[in-house]
């Protein structure tokens, strides 16, 4: 058998393979059945929503060019920003990964190395199971800081001068410029500029400790999420 | 030692001329030199922005993210692989004494696997990168290089098939190697893009991650070891039932690793133990491949030092003890609170990837193209230069990056402000540009050694005729 083509062939070269996918993968799989995954729109939540709209305001031409107008009726224009920032969400994630940002940021947050005094709360399954986790983005380097808690805990025009030229803002930054995401200036951030942002705001902002600060207080923006459900 | 062991008459052996397509092997090596020119520049771009020196700051097509995607997909793809498969197009017929399944298939094959490659490089530049390590080839070029890996396996898979009685050692890594090669770029490309998200789809991503290292690259790899080691010392293996050990050990605990790469994930804590433990196991199974190779060098006096290819799968095997025994101790819950996230993984990776794998092929290529090409190396002391600046070069990346994981490792644990984990990077990152530089001329210098060695085949061709 050790030696033989069928046993190298059918053993090692697809039994032990499938052995593996069993124990290493299907079983997280069947233990995660119960957290059915959510789609973009389902992950629109009115932290992110808010940062959205926030978006809207500073930046009023750049995000007319890039969403159009929202209708004037208050129950459209809720729907229809919701569906926009679920486009951003996607659009955001896709420019996340094109650009390589999760190869020096992880999004997870270990139960170890005081990473929950830096960051916040420890990762769950449950925040991962849902579309934009698929492929997951867990990461395997830092360079810069986890980004799983770091929605709400800056400004839009931070971000928005941070991805223009990081090391006006963290001096000595290793971080590339990203000025393709602008139309020249810091304030004038194109749709993918919009939509990384979105992205970038979106990520921990469905945990209770939104936005996640070393000393954290409950957030007021919260009492607008629950206004709004 | 005797050369002349005749198994069978000469005249009952097929001709080498008829089993193996030279010129297709040479091909190879020059695609495989020729990306990895590419993924070295990449890897300069990306280690000088770390340090703030970018020279191309501004330009979207040169952003050092892409790169270093770049980096990574062309030695993964553009390097090891072609440098592989040009190696096998050489092994395989001479070990089955039977052509490829085809020649035209394997010209073809050949177009494939480059555009396969290319297209992946202008993907990732262009921003279409898929979110899996390892894996950012864009979505819409995965099934090609399926439908390649496919044909690959069916190219060399039928000689291989064709033998009659027991497989050598080498073959049984090849042909494990190509089903699994396709198996694990199925599931890892598909599975966590299409099937399942969250913690599943990385659990799925760390099994990629390992699986591409541990069941494409190392399978080829030793399948290559077990090949010209021999012949290059002109006896056998030391022993063959420690060869067996080796395969089924690396066959059975390898894939079982996955989850390693995300400890302290919410992947579910029993697995993750499970792949601590099977890590464990299999530096016991690689124990035991070293004390082979060591046995089959042993009293060979010192060939290991005058032979310049010899010397290469040497020191590949070195380096192959270190990582593995490496892997042993990073793997465990202790270590990776410490070290993982940091320059330590990317060191690692380095003297994997380059320590072992690309010093296995630079040696195997030292030893092939004066043959194939019937002249000696235009400057043979080049190849010794190339030779010493690839393996010091090597050493110093990867002990710098090794030891500078361990103190951004503190810097975090100790909870100081981000800055000073890159400020205590910076020395480290400096040290790795400048040992990156040497790695560089060392490959370049083989290039143009390669390529004056070329000419002079065909002035004497020519003269010749």
């Known amino acids: 058998m050790f030696e033989k083509k069928s046993g190298i062939l059918l053993i090692a070269g697809v039994g032990f393979f499938a052995f593996a996918f069993l124990s290493n993968a299907v079983i997280p799989i069947l233990m995660y059945r119960h957290l059915p995954e959510k789609t973009v729109l389902e992950v629109v939540n009115g932290n992110v929503r808010y940062q959205f709209e926030d978006l809207a305001q500073r930046y009023p031409d750049s995000f007319t060019a890039a969403y159009g107008e929202p209708p004037s009726d208050p129950e459209q224009a809720a729907e229809w920003y919701n569906a926009k920032c679920a486009e951003a969400l996607e659009l955001g994630r896709k420019v996340y990964i094109g650009e390589g940002c999760w190869h020096c940021h992880s999004q997870f947050v270990r139960p170890v190395s005081n990473e929950d005094r830096r960051w916040g709360p420890v990762s769950k399954s449950w925040e991962y199971q849902n579309r934009l986790q698929r492929p997951v983005m867990f990461g395997t380097r830092r360079v810069g800081p986890d980004l799983s808690r770091e929605g709400g805990r800056r400004s839009n025009d931070w971000h928005a001068v941070h991805f223009y030229q990081p090391d006006m803002l963290s001096p000595k930054s290793p971080m590339p410029k990203y000025p393709w995401l602008f139309d020249g200036a810091p304030d004038k951030p194109n749709a993918r500029g919009l939509a990384l942002m979105t992205y970038v705001q979106w990520l921990g902002s469905w945990l209770e400790s939104y936005p996640y600060y070393e000393d954290f207080q409950p957030t007021p923006i919260k009492t607008i999420a629950a206004t709004e459900e | ?465």
């Open chain 2, 1 to 465: 030692m005797t050369t002349e062991t005749p198994i069978a008459a000469d005249s009952d052996l097929p001709r080498h001329e008829d089993l193996v397509e030279e010129r297709l092997v040479l091909w190879y090596f020059v695609a495989a030199l020729t990306f990895m020119f590419v993924a070295m520049l990449a890897g300069i771009l990306m280690g000088l922005q770390l340090l703030r020196h970018n020279p191309l700051p501004t330009i979207e097509l040169f952003s050092p993210g892409r790169w270093r995607m770049v980096h990574t997909n062309a030695i993964a793809y553009g390097f090891i692989a072609n440098a592989f498969l040009g190696l096998m197009h050489w092994i395989v017929p001479r070990l089955t004494l039977r052509p490829v399944l085809s020649r035209s298939l394997s010209y073809f094959i050949f177009c494939a696997w480059q555009f396969v490659v290319l297209s992946t490089a202008v993907g990732l530049l262009m921003g279409e990168a898929q979110g899996l390590e390892w894996g950012e080839t864009p979505v819409w070029i995965d099934p090609l290089a399926q439908a390649g890996l496919l044909l690959v396996a069916i190219n060399f898979g039928t000689p291989i098939i064709q033998v009659k009685g027991p497989l050598y050692v080498t073959l049984w890594y090849y042909l494990a190697g190509l089903v699994w090669t396709f198996l694990t770029y199925a599931m890892g490309n598909f599975v966590p893009e299409y099937f399942v998200c969250g913690s599943s789809a990385g659990a799925v991503g760390g099994l990629f991650i390992h699986d591409l290292v541990g069941l494409f690259v190392t399978p080829l790899g030793w399948g290559m070891m077990y090949y010209f080691v021999p012949i290059l010392l002109k006896r056998p293996m030391w022993s063959h039932g420690l060869s067996l050990v080796g395969f089924w050990g690396l066959a059975f605990f390898y894939p079982l690793q996955g989850i390693h790469h995300f400890l302290y994930t919410p992947i579910p804590m029993f697995l993750q133990y499970g792949a601590v433990l099977s890590t464990i196991a299999l530096e016991m199974v690689v124990v035991t491949v070293i004390i082979n190779f060591v046995g089959t060098l042993w009293g060979t006096g010192g060939a290991v030092l005058r032979n310049l290819p010899l010397r290469y799968f040497y020191t590949g095997i070195a380096f192959y003890f270190l990582t593995c025994l490496q892997c042993a101790l990073q793997t465990t819950l202790t270590f990776q609170a410490l070290i993982h996230f940091t320059d330590w993984v990317v060191g690692h990776a380095h003297m994997v990837m380059f320590g072992v794998f690309s010093m296995w092929q630079l040696g195997a290529m030292t030893y092939l193209i004066p043959r194939i090409l019937k002249t000696d190396w235009y400057r043979p002391d080049w190849c010794e230069v190339h030779y010493w600046a690839s393996a010091g070069g090597l050493m110093v990346m990867a002990g710098d990056l090794i030891l500078g994981g361990l103190f951004q490792g503190w810097s975090w644990a100790a909870l100081q402000p981000w800055e000073s984990s890159v400020n205590v990077s910076i020395p480290f990152w400096s040290v790795r540009i400048v040992a990156g530089l040497v790695m560089f001329f060392a490959q370049v210098l083989f290039m143009v050694n390669f390529y004056m060695t070329w000419r002079k085949s065909r002035t004497l061709a020519v003269a010749a005729a």
